[in-house]
C-alpha cells in the first residue's frame, strides 16, 4: 500500500516536470555493484530512451531501476546482476529515467558522454551473459567479468563530482 502510494507521487511529479531524488534501500542486488544502499537515484522525465538508460519501473506495484538493455519490438531491461532479461517493459510502467546517481559523496552525472559509452557497453555485455544458454557457461561468465570491468569503471573512474 505505501508503495503504491510513493508510485502514484512519483508519477504525479514526473508528470509536473519535476525532478525527484530517491534514497535508495535496495531489497535486491539486482543492480549491485552501481546501486546499493544508500545511492541516492536523480530522476526525471522521460524524453528519450536509449540501450544503456536506467529507469525507474513500477515494476508490478514495486520500485525497480534497471537498465535498458534491448529495444527492438518493445523496450527489454535487465538488473545488471541479475542473470536473465525482465519482460517487456510496457511504457505505463516507466516512471523516468536515471540521470545521475550519488554515492560516498559523489554524484555520477549519466548524461556525461563517457558514462553514456560505460552504460551502453554494461548493457551489450549484459545482455550477451543473459542470452548464452547453459552449455555456453564459460563465455558467460567471460561477459560477467567484463560487464563487471565496466561497471566498476564508472564507480573508481568515472566522471564525477563532490558534493
Not at 512519483?10 to 516536470?17: E, F, L, P, T
Not at 543492480?31 to 546499493?36: D, E, F, K, S
Not at 546517481?101 to 551473459?129: E, H, P, Q, V, W
Amino acid at each position: 500500500m505505501i508503495q503504491s502510494k510513493l508510485i502514484t507521487i512519483i508519477k504525479d511529479c514526473i508528470k509536473d516536470q519535476k525532478n525527484i531524488t530517491l534514497n535508495t534501500v535496495c531489497g535486491s542486488k539486482s543492480m549491485r555493484p552501481l546501486i546499493t544502499d544508500d545511492t541516492k537515484l536523480f530522476v526525471k522525465a522521460v524524453n528519450q530512451i536509449n540501450v544503456g538508460d536506467l529507469l525507474l519501473l513500477d515494476f508490478y506495484t514495486e520500485l525497480c531501476c534497471h537498465r535498458v538493455i534491448k529495444i527492438k519490438n518493445g523496450i527489454y531491461t535487465k538488473g545488471d546482476n541479475n542473470p536473465t532479461v525482465d519482460y517487456e517493459v510496457k511504457t505505463e510502467q516507466i516512471l523516468g529515467k536515471v540521470y545521475g546517481i550519488k554515492r560516498n559523496g559523489k554524484f555520477y552525472d549519466f548524461r556525461k558522454k563517457t558514462l553514456k559509452i560505460y552504460g551502453c557497453l554494461i548493457a551489450y555485455m549484459s545482455k550477451l551473459s543473459a542470452n548464452y544458454d547453459k552449455e555456453k557457461t564459460i563465455y558467460k561468465k567471460i561477459c560477467y567479468i567484463i560487464m563487471k570491468f565496466f561497471i566498476n569503471g564508472v564507480i573508481a573512474r568515472g566522471e564525477y563530482e563532490s558534493i
